[in-house]
């Protein structure tokens, strides 16, 4: 949501949905347009360009930029390239570059400052737990999210520490967004992605945890399937 210049009401972002593939990997790849400029970022593009292009010139829209919510090749396959080929920005955390060694030469390292493209505001929250630099990405009443939260569970933690980091990120999540905020995991397994943070709480068994070390112990359970390891409960 932002200010519309010419009418003074709030207009929402324009939420592409690119569901993107290769070999057994599915990601979801989002663009995000504002409506009255065409300016337009991209979220974790990977392997399918064609898709990306192909939703650009739909939406008459112009990359002026790429978010990346953390530094796993399938958030990141397509970044440099398409940063070569539009001369966009990529952004990433300043602590996702500092432990990923990802280089490139329009990599900005960001914060939690929020900065603005046409009239989108975008404002980085600081999510680390899945990896150490993880965000997600606010736009008004959207949220991409990565790999963080998933509607149907979060991202897979290495340790105690990350899972520790994982379960403050996520409380921090339930005390900040409002239920009606709209959730764009980078995958999504049983539901669509765009439920409402409300309707993710209600399905998520990561959300209902009080305690770190009860949310740790259950996140790395022993004997979880390839599934549960990776997003569901
Ligand atoms: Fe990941």
């Not at 939420?15 to 057994?24: G, I, K, M, Q, T």
């Not at 899945?130 to 509607?151: A, K, N, R, W």
């Not at 068994?205 to 004997?223: E, N, T």
Request: aromatic share 10%.
């Amino acid at each position: 949501m932002y200010r519309d210049l010419t009418g003074g009401c709030e207009v929402p972002a324009t939420v592409v949905v690119l569901h993107v593939a290769h070999e057994r990997m599915k990601n979801n790849n989002y663009l995000v347009v504002d409506p009255v400029t065409r300016q337009a970022v991209l979220v974790d593009p990977a392997w399918e360009i064609g898709k990306i292009e192909a939703a650009l010139a739909a939406e008459q829209a112009v990359l002026c930029g790429i978010l990346i919510t953390h530094s796993h090749p399938d958030h990141i396959n397509l970044a440099k390239p398409l940063s070569e080929l539009y001369g966009c920005p990529i952004w990433m955390s300043k602590r996702e570059i500092e432990v990923s060694g990802f280089r490139a030469e329009r990599l900005v390292g960001i914060d939690e400052t929020p900065w603005v493209v046409g009239n989108l505001t975008i404002t980085p929250l600081l999510t680390p737990g899945h990896t150490p630099g993880c965000v997600c990405y606010q736009i008004g009443e959207e949220l991409f999210t990565g790999d963080v939260l998933f509607v149907e569970g979060c991202g897979i933690c290495q340790d105690v520490a990350s899972a520790h980091a994982m379960f403050d990120s996520l409380s921090m999540l339930k005390r900040r967004l409002s239920p009606l905020t709209r959730i764009y995991p980078g995958h999504t397994y049983d539901k669509p992605p765009g439920l409402t943070f409300d309707e993710v709480f209600k399905r998520n068994i990561y959300l209902q945890f009080r305690d770190k070390d009860s949310f740790a112990a259950y996140r790395l359970r022993k004997g979880q399937s390839a599934k549960q390891l990776f997003a569901f409960r």
